[in-house]
T-cell receptor, first 109, second 113 residues
């Protein structure tokens, strides 16, 4: 079956770095997405990886290893506004997104 | 440019009642989607559309119907609401490229008593 696994909750300190891991199992693979979702709001796009390696975008970076079925989202210089849920989603062979349950990130001062 | 909008924002229904959720997008996107989001679970696809006049079933289509009569609108109907349909419903859209980013509406919170 298809499955996306990510930790339920993580806590980090303002100004620090945090890495949110995601492992995926999809029928076929057409890329891995990360979205951010603040409480009570819509998910918003953060990153897309389809090739192995690291994609950097400002304070956020995303990594993909297709052979390991693994991705991570790296957040640097954490700010209080980064407190949110981070959703990992794999795109299968039918171009459908399979979503993880999300990782709730709590930032402490 | 409003992006993706959804109406209503919140609704309470009694078991057996019907309702329609409206999604509209002004980005000229071909693809539109309806998801539900429940605590502790990932977003689950209900129905989707790859163009005006077309619809297809997603992962959890039972109890829902959809229509895409105009490119910019995607309607989700509940004919006979059940408590199991209490959820937050998100509409999303993307351009014609299959690997394109999906843009989400603000969501509709539905409570079925």
């Amino acid at each position: 079956g298809q499955n996306i696994d990510q930790p339920t909750e993580m806590t980090a300190t303002e100004g620090a770095i945090v890495q949110i891991n995601c492992t995926y199992q999809t029928s076929g693979f057409n890329g891995l997405f990360w979205y951010q979702q603040h409480a009570g709001e819509a998910p918003t796009f953060l990153s897309y990886n389809v090739l192995d390696g690291l994609e950097e975008k400002g304070r956020f970076s995303s990594f993909l290893s297709r052979s390991k079925g693994y991705s991570y989202l790296l957040l640097k210089e954490l700010q209080m506004k980064d407190s949110a849920s981070y959703l990992c989603a794999g795109m299968d062979s039918n171009y459908q997104l399979i979503w993880g349950a999300g990782t709730k990130l709590i930032i402490k001062p | 440019n409003a992006g993706v909008t959804q109406t209503p924002k919140f609704r309470v229904l009694k078991t057996g009642q019907s309702m329609t959720l409206l999604c509209a997008q002004d980005m000229n996107h071909e693809y539109m989607y309806w998801y539900r989001q429940d605590p502790g679970m990932g977003l689950r696809l209900i129905h989707y559309s790859v163009g005006e006049g077309t619809t297809a079933k997603g992962e959890v289509p039972d109890g829902y119907n959809v229509s895409r009569l105009k490119k910019q609108n995607f309607l989700l109907g509940l004919e006979s609401a059940a408590p199991s349909q209490t959820s937050v419903y998100f509409c999303a859209s993307s351009s014609g490229s299959e690997q394109e980013t999906q843009y989400f509406g603000p969501g509709t919170r539905l409570l079925v008593l």
